[in-house]
């Protein structure tokens, strides 16, 4: 293992002009990377952060990163929140390094990035870090994860425990060239593993918080040819091409993650795109499990890593056969085994080595696997259980149909019954959609449909459908 | 490692990919996992198994794919080029070649024709692939003639060899992932990058030849980094002249196994607008340090975060910045020792140390300058010589009254091997040549010069530095 400041250095004396990082615009050498992180560690240290020390940092990852490096060169545990987020009671930082003041934290603790201290940062000696060995198991990062229940969880790394999965390979790495541009959050805990995995291999993290027209651009620049990013972020981009007549050719891989994307959406790429398309599959907790090409229709399903062991159980944790949609479970070296100061959910999440994910599915005999949706948004009609998922996509099939959600909506009684949220177009029929349905679904019946502007998702783009729920069953 | 896992992964998520491509030949993912589970199968058929020890000696695409199958059946495996000689401290059990060898039984010998590729076409797929055995089975040998020129080998476990693909080598540290490797197949370099590119999905570039073929390669594919030994290169740079082809793809050169010359440079740097590279490491730890080559700059090379490297007197002290002495180096996970060679062992590996035979010093910054060997042997291009065994083929040569081999720079800057002799009224030049094709393989005297008198200093050392400028006068000489 080796400490960062010593990969660092050793970068920028072997290229010091290559592109370490490239957040939209902003483009960082390895040289500047280098000795701006060790003057970020000496100012941090002077305004007293200490080994130890949880800080939350709320920032654009051109900003982010140099003092993710800093802090972790000194010792202390970082974690990245959206400007607009508020803290909760599992991580509560002593710190927080921030654009602007946030109304929930104290001021007195918070380093405001401003003119003043950039100032500071560019007239600072180098930090000077201890001598090693360095201690590596000490923690250096927090990684939120959130579920659809909307509820925030930590995973807590130590450089130890982190290191194992940047020199595994994963998604993206097995595509193209292996440069790729990232579309998202860089508080994600992948887009931070993907950051120290390029500066482990001294290779270029490119990233975009944006959707917009200069994406295409930095693909041409860069000469990158795999584009990462959610079912959503993946989605604005492609409207994005459609507005200014960019094609992403035979040469280019979209790789979704987060969740799998719509058959719409994969139809709407393929319409207009001749690039492959990729679901890649994982999570928080482990990192990637499996991953399939979706490039042309009828995929026969996820292709799981060697790396790890998927399993598909029943309610008693027993291994169903081949094609039994069940529970899944999986397994990899080195992957989590707790949420930070949460015992319930850990126990939840958490048995025998394996992480419980919450899809279900099942697998094939060719050891294929096949995610059909998520075990605690299963709606249980009076023991007719629903899969919302599989609603999701007869629903998006009906003329009209832009994007949809099933979520469960309690009557008066408090007994579910099953609702749709649209966003439809001019071409859509009430009454047309509804008789469509009933001939195409008798399982339950759709008791309401609401019209909205759109479907609420989570940053990884799953369907928060507790707050739709929530929503309309006031109304 | 699940070897067999990974062909099958990437054979199911990206088939049409490719995987291999060499000078003659490409090969996709799904190729390669047919391929490979093919060719194990008929290997096991002939009773090859976890118990056997394998030397193959093939093109480096066949190579890879036989190696392979070994792996996944389980064998022990290691290549040396083809037609090579086998010595005596590593006899396998099977022999994989394109042709006979001398020193290994017919009966124990596959040969690879079209016969061979006949068979594996008509073969099933292996059904289960065992693997190897534990995590400590000796998977994979590898043949060094580093620090003595003496053939030694190095055993790397089953669980090493996933070890081995964590770590980059000099290869990968700069440009894309898309790299082109000229050395050998059976080297520690070559099948490192072969594994890690497998491991990743991407595709192995290589080439065995250094005509036409290459600069095709090189236009062909989204080639950006070319790895190899100055010699190697230099014969690239050969093939890109002959053909009259421009590279305006390739970004980097990076030279490692020894330190090219200032020609060699400046021949790269007329063909090619391509930063410059020399890397310095050993196929017993691996990577070791890098520099780019600047004009007018003398730089030293900068060590990996990875290495402990220390400057060291005769009695293991360590030596100040600046002071020349022994180089000594070391990694967390390294071998300590050679396979059944004690002796070179406990010459090598000393104190959690591997002594890799180079002196030099550090500079102000901590940066590695090579000064020379501590013994005479003679470095081309990786390959390491001693100069005694050259001579000792000459001494035993009727007519050859006395002997010197020593290193010389052709013209256009490669580090060739000579030979001086003193022949008396009984001495055949042409036996001397044959001498050596026959006992010398992989090896190639550059020149023979006669002389009257091996000059020798008071020592009766023969001055093997200077020599070329003692016989041929100063400047680069052309056989």
């Known amino acids: 293992m080796i400490s960062v400041h010593k990969r660092l250095e050793f970068w920028a004396g072997l290229k010091p002009n290559e592109l370490a990082f490239v957040d939209g615009k902003k483009e960082i050498t390895f040289a500047e990377l280098h000795i701006h992180t060790l003057q970020v560690a000496t100012i941090l240290n002077e305004l007293g952060i200490r080994r130890g020390d949880l800080v939350c940092t709320m920032l654009p990852a051109y900003l982010d990163w140099p003092i993710v490096l800093a802090l972790q060169i000194l010792g202390a545990t970082s974690f990245a929140k959206p400007t607009t987020a508020n803290f909760d009671s599992y991580a509560e930082p002593r710190w927080l390094i921030a654009s602007k003041e946030h109304s929930q934290f104290s001021t007195q603790n918070t380093i405001v990035l401003n003119e003043k201290v950039a100032e500071k940062v560019n007239d600072a000696k180098l930090f000077v870090p201890e001598v090693e060995p360095h201690n590596f198991t000490q923690p250096i990062r927090l990684s939120s994860t959130s579920g659809t229940t909307g509820e925030s969880k930590y995973l807590r790394y130590s450089a130890a425990e982190m290191h194992p999965r940047l020199v595994t390979p994963s998604g993206v790495n097995f595509l193209g060239n292996g440069k790729f541009l990232n579309l998202m959050l860089f508080g994600a805990a992948q887009s931070y593993n993907w950051a120290h995995r390029c500066l482990l291999e001294g290779k270029t993290f490119f990233m975009s918080a944006s959707t917009n027209e200069s994406n295409f651009e930095y693909l041409q620049k860069y000469g990158i040819e795999t584009v990462y990013g959610s079912p959503q972020q993946i989605s604005a981009l492609l ?16 790789v979704i993650g987060g969740s799998a994307p719509s058959g719409k959406l994969l139809s709407k790429i393929r319409e207009k795109h001749k690039c492959a398309i990729y679901n890649s599959h994982g ?44 529970y899944i479970r999986y ?117 309401e449909i609401f019209k909205v502007n759109s479907i609420p998702r989570n940053p990884n783009g799953k369907i928060l459908r507790r707050e739709l729920s929530k929503k309309f069953s006031s109304k | 490692m699940d070897i067999s896992g990974i062909l099958n992964f990437f054979a199911s998520l990206k088939p049409d990919a490719l995987a291999l491509v060499d000078d003659s030949s490409e090969i996709t993912f ?7 589970r093919r060719i194990a199968q008929l290997l ?41 000689r086998l010595d005596e401290a590593l006899r396998p059990d099977w022999l994989i070649s394109t042709q006979l060898n001398p020193d290994f039984p017919e009966d124990r010998t596959f040969i690879v024709d079209s016969n061979f590729e006949k068979a594996v076409n008509q073969t099933d797929k292996l059904k289960s692939a065992p693997g190897f055995a534990s995590p400590d089975f000796p998977a994979r ?89 100055p010699i190697q290169i230099g014969s690239m740079i050969d093939s890109l002249i002959q053909t009259g082809t421009k590279v305006p793809r390739v970004r980097n050169v990076i030279m490692g196994g020894s330190a090219p010359t200032q020609l060699q440079i400046n021949r790269i740097r007329q063909h090619m607008d391509a930063r410059i590279y020399n890397s310095y490491g050993s196929t ?50 390294m071998p300590r020792s050679y396979f059944n060679s004690e002796a070179a062992t406990n010459e090598y590996f000393q104190d959690d140390f591997f002594y890799p035979g180079d002196l030099g010093f550090l500079d102000q910054l901590g940066h590695l300058h090579i000064s020379g060997r501590t013994n005479e042997v003679m470095n081309l291009g990786g390959v390491k010589i001693s100069p005694e065994k050259i001579e000792n083929i000459a001494l035993g040569t ?45 090896i190639n005297i550059s020149k023979f010069v006669e002389v009257e008198e091996i000059p020798r200093n008071e020592n009766g050392k023969i001055p093997r530095a200077n020599l070329a400028e003692i016989i041929f006068g100063s400047g680069p000489r052309n056989d």
Not at chain 2, 30 to 36: A, E, G, I, R
Not at chain 2, 209 to 228: E, F, M, W
Not at chain 2, 398 to 413: E, Q, R, S, T, Y
């Open chain 1, 239 to 254: 409207e994005t091409a459609d507005k200014f007549s960019h094609s992403l050719d035979e040469k280019y891989n979209l």
């Open chain 1, 283 to 326: 999570s928080a907790e482990t990192g990637f499990i499996s991953m399939c090409d979706l490039t042309v229709e009828n995929s026969p399903g996820l292709i799981i890593h060697p790396n790890s062991v998927v399993q598909i159980l029943d309610e008693n944790d027993v291994e169903f056969g081949f094609d039994r949609v069940g």
């Open chain 1, 331 to 447: 397994k990899i070296p080195h992957a989590s085994n707790s949420y930070l100061n949460n015992p319930e959910e850990t126990k939840k999440s958490f048995k025998d080595g394996y992480f419980y994910s919450g899809d279900m599915g099942y697998k094939t005999k060719d050891g294929r696997l096949h995610i059909t949706g998520r075990s605690n948004e299963v709606i249980n009609f009076g023991g007719v259980k629903i899969n919302p998922e599989q609603v999701d996509g007869l629903v998006l099939a009906e003329t009209g149909v832009q994007d949809a959600a099933s979520f469960a909506l309690d009557d008066e009684s408090g007994i579910p019954k099953l609702a749709v949220a649209l966003v439809v177009d001019h071409e859509f029929d009430e009454t047309a959609f509804l008789s469509s349905l009933k001939a195409k679904f008798t399982r339950a019946v759709i008791a």
């Open chain 2, 30 to 36: 799904s190729q390669l996992d047919t391929n490979v």
């Open chain 2, 44 to 84: 096991q058929i002939n009773e090859i198994d976890t118990s056997s020890l394998v030397c193959t000696m093939l093109p480096s695409t066949l190579d890879w794919q036989v190696t392979l199958a070994l792996h996944i059946l389980g064998a022990s495996s290691f290549s040396k080029p083809v037609g090579s």
């Open chain 2, 141 to 229: 040998y590898f043949f060094t003639s580093g620090t003595s020129g003496a053939a030694k080998y190095l055993v790397v476990t089953a669980e090493n060899l996933l070890a081995k693909i964590k770590h980059q080598g000099s290869s990968e540290l700069v440009g894309d992932r898309d790299g082109l490797n000229l050395w050998q197949f059976g080297s520690t370099q070559s099948y490192r990058v072969a594994l890690r590119s497998l491991n990743e999905g991407r595709t192995f570039y290589t080439s065995g030849y250094y005509d036409y073929r290459l600069p095709k390669i090189l236009n062909k594919y989204p080639i950006r980094t070319i790895s190899g030994s």
């Open chain 2, 284 to 333: 017993e730890l691996g990577f070791v340090s890098m520099h780019e080559i600047v004009e007018g700059k003398t730089l030293g090379g900068i060590i990996s975060p990875e290495v402990k490297l220390e400057i060291v007197d005769e009695k293991n002290s360590v030596l100040p910045k600046g002071e020349v002495g022994i180089i000594r180096y070391a990694k967390a996970k």
């Open chain 2, 398 to 442: 009727p007519g050859v009254l006395d002997a010197a081999a020593f290193p010389m720079i052709d013209n256009k800057g490669v580090i060739r091997l000579a030979l001086a002799y003193v022949k008396d009224s009984v001495f055949i030049k042409e036996d001397l040549q044959a001498r050596y094709q026959k006992e010398l393989t992989g």
